[in-house]
Antibody
Framework: QLQLQESGPGLVKPSETPSLTCSVSGGSISSRSYYWGWIRQAPGKGLEWIGSIYYSGSTYYNPSLKSRVTISVDTSKNQFSLKLSSVTAADTAVYYC?????????????WGQGTLVTVSS | EIVMTQSPATLSVSPGERATLSCRASQSVSSNLAWYQQKPGQAPRLLIYGASTRATGIPARFSGSGSGTEFTLTISSLQSEDFAIYYCQQYNNWPRTFGQGTKVEIK
């Protein structure tokens, strides 16, 4: 059974560059069938797609965040990661990792439980 | 980017009643639309993809319809576990975008 588990710093200061990791179990991140993505949700708000990556490293980013986002994959650890630079209070959110539907970067079929990142001095 | 607009923001429904949620796209997304359910403190769960195909394990009381710019999620007879927030998401264009959500609450 596929499971995704996010991990992150919890509390970060403005202007820092936090890194979040999604650990995948019950399936291989190297599967040629899947894209993997990050989505965030500010407190009390809706969902915002951040970006997605294929096991080969091919990426898609939301233009609204593209200048600050880097998504990478580590197939040896069966993980993928998100780095978000120059954070502000507006980046405070629950960050979810997810697996897209097979053979596409379309809808999100499986989700992690999310990790809260709070930006505060 | 394609803007997804959901209505109403909040829907008050009694258990056993029918709920109809709407999602409108700012331009055509064909049938490339998904619906998710989110309960407090939980991750979203995929309900519907391809505008009308139920995901694995989703009860038949959930149905989706529409194409182009107008979509509907119908819950035929609300159960207690269905009170939640529902989001639509288009995947016809980049960036992938979500609606702002409809909260289904107990009347």
């Amino acid at each position: 059974q596929l499971q995704l588990q996010e991990s992150g710093p919890g509390l970060v200061k403005p202007s820092e560059t936090p890194s979040l990791t999604c650990s995948v179990s019950g399936g291989s991140i190297s599967s040629r069938s899947y894209y993997w993505g990050w989505i965030r949700q500010a407190p009390g708000k809706g969902l915002e797609w951040i970006g997605s990556i294929y096991y080969s490293g091919s990426t898609y980013y939301n233009p609204s965040l593209k200048s600050r986002v880097t998504i990478s994959v580590d197939t040896s650890k069966n993980q993928f990661s998100l780095k978000l630079s120059s954070v502000t209070a507006a980046d405070t959110a629950v960050y979810y990792c997810a697996r897209h539907a097979p053979d596409s970067a379309e809808y999100f079929q499986h989700w992690g439980q999310g990790t809260l990142v709070t930006v505060s001095s | 980017e394609i803007v997804m607009t959901q209505s109403p923001a909040t829907l008050s429904v009694s258990p056993g009643e029918r709920a109809t949620l709407s999602c409108r796209a700012s331009q055509s997304v064909s049938s490339n639309l998904a619906w998710y359910q989110q309960k407090p403190g939980q991750a979203p769960r995929l309900l519907i993809y391809g505008a009308s195909t139920r995901a694995t394990g989703i009860p038949a009381r959930f149905s989706g319809s529409g194409s182009g710019t107008e979509f509907t999620l119908t819950i035929s007879s609300l159960q207690s576990e269905d009170f939640a927030i529902y989001y639509c998401q288009q995947y016809n264009n980049w960036p992938r975008t979500f609606g702002q959500g409809t909260k289904v609450e107990i009347k």
